[in-house]
């Protein structure tokens, strides 16, 4: 990014990269934990639990693209080492050890969730201080809160289903 680009930056682009690189530790945990998830899940509406998963890594995969892209526009550059996303990741990993359908849902609803908050108060960070990390941080939001929902709403499907 141009000199005049990172001078209309109202805050410390230091501690914004480092924000961004936490965010993307997550991406990158997040889709894993997606894209293994639909390879192994098992049991009740697999199908639709499957291709929801799928979709929703491809999701988390594009979001640490654009996380990326915005480091390197500041200047940063995303973590190179994947050990580091253990050390900087927000929302952690939850490995997919009971390939259950309505666990695996659990597990990623919890994923969202946190990262819901990550982007919720990334926005507030930069809040008329960056607008285009801003515009970023609330078009991912959008996405993990559709997330969320998506999942949410599978879980309650299979209630139905079940009674
Ligand atoms: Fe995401
Ligand atoms: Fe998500
Ligand atoms: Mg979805």
């Known amino acids: 990014m141009g000199t005049k680009g990172r001078e209309i930056i109202g805050v410390d682009v230091k ?5 961004l690189n936490k965010a993307f530790a997550d991406e990158w945990l997040a889709y894993y934990q997606y894209w293994t998830g639909a390879k192994v899940a098992k049991g009740l509406m697999r199908e639709p639990v499957v291709a ?9 995969l594009k979001h640490a693209g654009m996380l990326t892209a915005r480091m390197i526009q500041l200047g940063g550059a995303p973590l ?7 050390k900087e990741t927000n929302c952690g990993y939850d490995k997919p050890v009971d390939p259950n ?3 695996l849902l659990e597990q990623n609803i919890k994923g969202e969730q946190c990262a ?3 982007y919720k ?7 008329d201080k960056d607008s285009i990390t801003y515009n970023m941080a609330l078009e991912i939001l959008a996405d993990e809160i559709e997330h969320e929902e998506d ?3 599978i879980v309650d499907d299979m209630g139905l ?3």
């Open 116 to 118: 819901i908050e990550v």
């Open 52 to 60: 929801e998963l799928e979709q929703h890594a491809q999701d988390e």
């Open 151 to 153: 999942l949410e709403a």
């Open 101 to 103: 359908t309505k666990k």
């Open 121 to 127: 108060k990334l926005a507030e960070f930069v809040k």
């Open 15 to 19: 501690e914004l990269l480092k924000l």
């Open 161 to 163: 289903v079940c009674k």
């Open 80 to 86: 190179l080492e994947p050990q580091d996303w253990y």
